[in-house]
């Protein structure tokens, strides 16, 4: 399940929150995602996520909830903790569940 969970975040279609930003580069904030149906087409997550500032350039702090719906054996809701790391106009994310909600 965690390496479909890491596996999902990779294909994430993040939707801003925060639509009206002055910069549009800026990814601090709540953000929504939302992934393409995976396991042949039988599950899908979505979520909410907080990115916050790190001292490092480029590394920001997050944390994430996420629920995941399969027809196989219903929707489980996940925290998690996590890093983002920005290389150009994209975010890579690692995650860690901290807690079954």
């Not at 596996?7 to 925060?18: D, E, Q």
């Not at 909410?48 to 027809?71: D, F, K, N, Q």
Request: a neutral charge.
């Amino acid at each position: 399940w965690v390496t479909t969970l890491l596996a999902g975040l990779m294909a994430l279609c993040f939707l801003s929150a925060n639509a009206d930003t002055k910069d549009p580069s800026d990814v601090l904030g709540s953000w929504s995602f939302q992934t393409k149906p995976y396991r042949q087409g039988q599950c899908i997550m979505t979520g909410t996520m907080r990115l916050s500032s790190h001292p490092t350039e480029g590394l920001y702090e997050c944390e994430l909830t996420a629920v995941e719906v399969c027809s196989m054996w219903g929707r489980s809701v996940v925290l998690q903790q996590c890093q983002a790391r920005r290389f150009g106009n994209q975010v890579s994310i690692r995650s860690e569940i901290t807690e079954m909600l």
